[in-house]
C-alpha cells in the first residue's frame, strides 16, 4: 500500500466511474452543479501557524481572483483593504468561533469602504455572487480530505474555466499544508 494522496483534474469527464469505484471523491465543477468550493476557506492550522502570512496569502489570491474576474489590471489597494479587514476580524474572534468567509462577505467589506473605486468593485461582484457565475459565493459543501480526489472541468464555460483552476490549486495548496 501507499501513503500518497492521487489528484486529477478531469478536463474530459471520463474519470468519475474511476475515482468513485475506487472510495474517491468525484467533484463537478460546473456553474450549473450543487457543488460549491470556497475559495476563501479558513486552514485553521495554517491561520494559527502564522496569521499575519495567512492573511496576506489569501489577500494575494483574493486579488489574483478579482483580476480574473474582471479580466483587467484594477486598481487593487480596495480589495486588498477589504480581504485584510475581513479576515482579520474573523481572526481576532476566539479561535472556535472562526468562520469562513465568502465572495459575499468580500463584497460587503468593499461596500462598507465606502469609496466610489470599492463600490465599483463590488457592483462589479453581482455576478459572482448572487448572479449566474455564484459557484463560488458559497460555503463549501465538499471536502479535500479523500486521498483520491478527482475534478470534473468539462462543463465549465470560458467564464469560469481561469477562476476554477485558481480555485482548485487554491483548495489543493491548503490540503498540503
Known amino acids: 500500500g501507499t501513503d500518497d494522496d492521487v489528484i486529477i483534474i478531469d478536463p474530459q469527464g471520463e474519470y468519475e466511474k474511476f475515482v468513485t469505484g475506487n472510495g474517491g471523491q468525484?467533484?463537478?465543477?460546473s456553474a450549473t452543479a450543487k457543488t460549491y468550493m470556497n475559495p476563501l476557506e479558513i486552514s485553521n492550522s495554517m491561520a494559527k501557524e502564522n496569521?499575519?502570512?495567512?492573511?496576506?496569502?489569501?489577500?494575494e489570491f483574493v486579488l489574483d481572483i478579482i483580476t480574473q474576474m474582471k479580466g483587467k489590471e484594477l486598481d487593487l489597494n480596495q480589495i486588498d483593504k477589504a480581504t485584510r479587514r475581513m479576515y482579520t476580524d474573523i481572526l481576532m474572534r476566539p479561535?472556535?468561533?472562526?468562520?469562513?468567509?465568502t465572495f459575499k462577505e468580500l463584497k460587503r467589506y468593499l461596500e462598507n469602504l465606502g469609496t466610489e473605486t470599492s463600490d465599483l468593485l463590488s457592483k462589479g461582484l453581482y455576478i459572482f455572487t448572487e448572479g449566474s457565475l455564484d459557484l463560488f459565493a458559497?460555503?463549501?459543501?465538499?471536502?479535500?480530505?479523500?486521498?483520491?480526489?478527482?475534478?470534473?472541468?468539462?462543463n465549465l464555460g470560458d467564464s469560469l474555466r481561469k477562476l476554477s483552476m485558481l480555485i482548485m490549486l487554491e483548495g489543493i495548496r491548503g490540503r498540503l499544508n
Open 138 to 154: 458559497h460555503k463549501s459543501n465538499v471536502r479535500f480530505s479523500n486521498r483520491l480526489l478527482a475534478f470534473n472541468t468539462k
Open 95 to 101: 479561535e472556535g468561533k472562526w468562520e469562513s468567509p
Open 51 to 59: 496569521m499575519e502570512g495567512f492573511i496576506t496569502t489569501k489577500s
Open 26 to 29: 468525484y467533484i463537478n465543477l
